[in-house]
Each structure stands twice: as structure tokens, then as C-alpha cells.
């Protein structure tokens, strides 16, 4: 019968196989033959550190792209409009364009709240 970690090793492989479309068999003696047999696992198994490495990379990029909008104000018009509905229901929604050009007046007539 063989070591209980190994029993669903047969079924394992007939589910792999499937999966990839590739041929396994036993033969007489219990041993797995087919193409799939064939294959190197190290060619099968290289995609794995690349392809984490590939999101790790893709993660940082996303984390600097949402850093440097929050720096420049990319939700301040998204959690104005919230602060209006939420709080003051009545008052008209402004424009994306009529929005920036009175904060950037604001900016303008208050000093103030700038590095320069």
C-alpha cells in the first residue's frame, strides 16, 4: 500500500495531467509513465519566484502612483463632493474644472497654507 502521504499521489497526477492536457499512465509496475513524466520540474516550476516577483514589483509601483496623487490632491475633489451630499445636501455639486480653479484662487488669496 505504500506511505499514507503517498496514496493520493496517482490521483494527484491524473488531475495535473488533465489539466494540462498531457498523457500519464501506470504501468505494470505502479510507476507513472506518459509525457508528462517526461518534463523536467524545474522547467515547470520557474515561473512561480518570477511571477511573485512580478506582483511585488507591480504592488510598489501602485503604492508610489496612489502616494504621489494623495500628495497632489487626487481624491480632494471625490471627498469634497462626499463633505457636500453628507453634510449640506441642498448646496449644488461643482464641477471638476470649477472646483480646482477655486481652490487654487483660495490658494491664491491665502498664502499662507503654501511652502512658497
Known amino acids: ?3 499514507a502521504h503517498r496514496r493520493g499521489q ?5 488531475i495535473g495531467a488533465r489539466l494540462l492536457n498531457v498523457s500519464v499512465v501506470r504501468d ?3 510507476r507513472f509513465s506518459g509525457s508528462a513524466v517526461r518534463t523536467p520540474v524545474a522547467v515547470v516550476g520557474t515561473a512561480g519566484p518570477a511571477r511573485a ?3 511585488r514589483v507591480w504592488a510598489a509601483a501602485r503604492g508610489v502612483a496612489r502616494w504621489y496623487s494623495a500628495i497632489n490632491g487626487g481624491l480632494d475633489y471625490e471627498r469634497y463632493v462626499d463633505h ?5 445636501p ?3 455639486v461643482p464641477s471638476v ?3 480646482w ?3 487654487y484662487a483660495e490658494a491664491e488669496r491665502n498664502p499662507a497654507n503654501r511652502c512658497c
Open 97 to 99: 474644472r470649477d472646483y
Open 10 to 14: 496517482g490521483e494527484r497526477a491524473r
Open 84 to 88: 457636500l451630499r453628507r453634510n449640506h
Open 90 to 92: 441642498g448646496a449644488p
Open 1 to 3: 500500500m505504500g506511505c
Open 101 to 103: 480653479r477655486e481652490r
Open 53 to 55: 516577483m512580478l506582483r
Open 28 to 30: 505494470a509496475d505502479g
